[in-house]
């Protein structure tokens, strides 16, 4: 065989036509992202709210706790009227201690989420 007379090879160069053609790629196919994107962005903005609510309950809950304290000995009448006043208060202040540590589960629940 001569220089002239090469055979064609079997795995021949064969031109790329379409959006090959220019250099781009078939964009790659992302994978869906869930349908709980904005769930859990508007979780995100209650986690906040509720992370500023806990403080503002827990301030409440440890001033009672510290009135609670306090000898009834060294109370002015008009302290005590404030204590009594306070202690109506008790079945409410442990519901928001309740409803803090419901918060606080949720949170660790929200945390291993993302």
Do not use: C
Not at 26 to 54: F, M, N, S, T, Y
Not at 77 to 86: A, F, G, I, P, T
């Amino acid at each position: 065989g001569g220089a002239g007379s090469a055979a064609s090879p079997k795995g021949q160069f064969v031109p790329i036509t379409g959006s090959l053609a220019n250099g781009s790629r078939p964009a790659a196919k992302e994978p869906a992202r869930p349908p709980v994107g904005a769930a859990l962005a508007h979780a995100r903005d209650e986690l906040r709210r509720a992370q500023a609510e806990l403080e503002e309950l827990r301030q409440v809950v440890s001033s009672a706790v510290t009135a609670a304290r306090r000898p009834l000995q060294d109370m002015s009448h008009s302290e005590l009227r404030d204590e009594v006043r306070q202690l109506r208060y008790d079945a409410e202040l442990l519901r928001m201690r309740d409803a803090i540590e419901s918060r606080e589960r949720l949170q660790g629940l929200l945390r291993s989420i993302e």
